[in-house]
């Protein structure tokens, strides 16, 4: 697909599923699980820490360190993604534009979940190995 082919798909069928003013960095990556947290602590007493989880990572491109964060989810099929990388038999992937296409994740899905725990604390999602 010619690359202008490919943003006008891109602009047409896009939506943003999820979008904050504050500073995320790269968590944890479980190679064997797929899955990627990105994470933005508290900022004060009265503040959310901000946990982001992609599962069934398929490729990924993304900065280590977000300044705000704006995920747009995309449809994909397997032609659609980069060299190297495959969709498992019957698991649906989507590409997450992170912050306009400064990031690409491809995977399976992505929720987030916001509570009053401090930085170093366990994740809401459950022990992820490696990870408090």
């Given at each position: ?29 479980t190679?064997?699980y ?8 508290r ?43 495959s ?31 401090w ?14």
């Open positions: 697909m010619r690359e202008s082919a490919r943003q006008d798909e891109y602009r047409t069928s896009r939506m943003q599923i999820a979008s904050w003013e504050r500073d995320f960095q790269v968590w944890h990556y190679f064997s797929a899955q990627l947290l990105l994470r933005s602590g900022r004060d007493d009265m503040d959310k820490r901000i946990d982001v989880l992609f599962s069934r990572v398929r490729h990924m491109e993304l900065p280590y360190e977000l300044n705000g964060l704006t995920i747009d989810e995309l449809p994909v099929s397997e032609k659609d993604l980069p060299a190297g990388a969709i498992e038999y019957g698991v649906p992937c989507k590409l997450f534009l992170i912050n306009g296409g400064i990031g690409k994740i491809y995977a399976g899905g992505c929720k987030w979940h916001g509570d009053y725990e930085l170093d604390a366990p994740s809401h999602f459950g022990p992820l190995r490696g990870v408090k």
